[in-house]
């Protein structure tokens, strides 16, 4: 290790591109028969590694390059950011502006949504490709464009929180802000960024899949792994702005000497880019302006990952060494961060604190705390259902993450979540923002065809323009949705169900009649549907 360390410390010296022998062994999984990877590595803004792994397309027998072109997913954000940012500078804008203010089509809420709080995932508004996947149209299975975005997102009567008060990864305010540059610009996103960010760094390599038709020379298709072999994948969607970006590892390292020497914007620029947010109730996160903020073993960083359909990609900065890692990939079952980090223990080595650190030994559960603290938990606001199960001497989230006990009532994620059991049934779950949910604990729930027979029923959602139908076949509840799409409910805790839609919820009125049921995922919460009432049992 200590002689691959050494000759990184020469390539990074070097002036152009080159290979280096570290790199291929981390790559090697991807050859002549798979899709793969192409890696950057720079120092001061330049690249001094650049080599493709794989195919570029298996079809004609293209291999990856060091200047194959990808698509780089949600790496695009901190682009996006980039362009508001320099329209505040400009003076046409402030960050703080309410969105309304340039798209008034967006609903009134009680409490309004800001740039700013879009551009760092406070805004509370719905994932709008969650909400087309609710209404029977995932991404990448429909062109969608940014007029779909602002359709649905017109239709939203709700947000998942008042704005400012809580973070959730949101797609939507990505694309409203593309939209966004375009009006306040006066020319298209795309020629925006090109004029005021690309030419000026040299990126000659990248554009927008603002035309998912538009060919795109030296482009890596996109594959997914199935059980016959890869196959493609490609985003077939016009939307950009949260993604849509195509560019090449040596393009993404020369964006990220703009951190150190600024030529878009300035130092102030920069630093209004990467200073992590803040709540409504001054509490910080860790998401700036499309960056995260924070430390890889020791050492200061910024960074993000992406995906989109067969894509993955991820680029990191750590600015006090000035070096950027950046891994783009055209294969789904590709893991961009993990290759990334090997390349960065390469790279930064001694500098790097070890891994498997650790504070000492974890406390030992006892049988009773084992017993107390397992079982069917609900969260409170979204109503989905969290299982904690034993796992020899431990507890493990149900298909999750395995919790580290730091005393008889309180458990610790991976992630660094701090799980505190109140001792009557309900744990407070901290996350790094410090934001809390309540996890209330529920009875599990078998119920009979005769009890699911109260939800059988047509349902409908104004909010995804959609709706279902509820019937119970062979013992089992269902929803159906036009033209063929059905999705098997398996009851949670009473009322509650989970399925390929997320969780679902039904609702009752004060005489235990069932008004509806509300849909939540990851990016989406509460979404109701109301019963019709011309069709209710």
């Known amino acids: 290790m200590q002689f691959i360390s050494l000759m990184f410390g020469a390539l990074l010296q070097a002036a152009a591109p080159v290979a280096a022998p570290g790199v291929d062994a981390i790559f090697a999984e991807w050859t002549t028969a798979t899709p793969g990877c192409s890696v950057g590595v720079g120092r001061d803004g330049s690249p001094v590694v650049e080599k493709g792994f794989g195919m570029a397309d298996l079809e004609r027998g293209v291999p990856n390059r060091g200047d194959t072109i990808f698509e780089a997913g949600s790496v695009s954000k901190q682009f996006t950011a980039a362009a508001v940012l320099l329209l505040a500078r400009d003076g046409k804008l402030s960050l703080d502006d309410p969105i309304r203010r340039y798209l008034p089509e967006l609903p009134d809420y009680q409490t309004p949504v800001t740039i700013r709080q879009m551009l760092n995932h406070t805004s509370g508004l719905r994932d709008w490709g969650s909400v087309a996947g609710i209404a029977g149209w995932p991404r990448t299975t429909r062109v969608h464009t ?19 008060t809580r973070w959730s990864y949101s797609n939507s305010g990505y694309n409203l802000a593309a939209i966004l540059v375009s009006r306040v610009s006066g020319m298209s996103f795309a020629e925006f960024t090109r004029r005021r ?7 000659t390599h990248t554009s927008w899949r603002d035309d998912h038709t538009r060919l795109v020379p030296g482009r890596a298709l996109a594959y ?17 702005g949260n993604g849509g970006l195509l560019t090449t590892v040596g393009d993404l390292v020369r964006w990220t000497r703009n951190f150190h020497s600024p030529v878009v914007g300035d130092a102030a620029f920069v630093a209004e880019q990467i200073t992590p947010g803040r709540f409504t109730d001054g509490r910080a996160h860790d998401y700036g302006l499309g960056v995260w903020v924070g430390e890889y073993r020791g050492v200061k960083e910024i960074r993000h990952s992406g995906s989109t359909a067969g894509y993955r990609a991820y680029l990191t900065l750590f600015p006090e060494t000035r070096t950027t890692v950046a891994v783009l990939c055209n294969a789904g079952d590709a893991s961009a961060q993990a290759l990334t980090y090997k390349v960065a223990d390469v790279v930064l080595g001694p500098s790097l604190v070890p891994t ?18 397992s079982g069917l938990y609900r969260n409170t606001i979204t109503g989905a259902p969290v299982r904690i199960v034993k796992e020899g001497t431990g507890l493990r989230v149900e298909q999750g993450a395995r919790l580290t006990a730091a005393s008889g009532s309180q458990l610790i994620s991976p992630s660094g979540e701090r799980w505190v059991f109140d001792g009557d049934g309900r744990f407070t779950v901290t996350d790094m923002f410090g934001r ?4 209330q604990r529920v009875q599990p729930w078998m119920p009979s065809a005769g009890d699911l027979r109260a939800y059988e029923g047509s349902y409908a959602s104004a909010d995804a323009e959609t709706g279902f139908t509820a019937a119970v076949e062979q013992g089992v509840l269902v929803l159906k949705q036009r033209p063929d799409r059905v999705i098997r409910l398996t009851p949670s805790y009473e009322g509650a169900f989970t399925g390929a839609l997320g969780t679902v919820v039904f609702r009752t009125d004060g005489t235990a009649r069932v008004t509806g049921f509300s849909v939540s995922q990851e990016r989406v919460w509460n979404l109701h549907f109301a019963r019709e009432a011309t069709l209710s049992r």
């Open 356 to 373: 498997g650190a650790t504070n000492g030994s974890a406390f030992v559960l006892r049988e009773p705390d084992l017993s107390a603290l």
């Open 146 to 164: 940014h007029a779909h975005v602002l359709d649905i997102l017109s239709r939203q009567r709700a947000l998942n929180f008042p704005a400012g």
């Open 197 to 203: 960010i690309f030419e000026p760094l040299g990126m």
């Open 436 to 439: 809390s949910d309540t996890l």
């Open 224 to 240: 997914d792994r199935q059980d016959d072999g890869y196959h493609l994948e490609m985003p077939f969607e016009n939307v950009h």
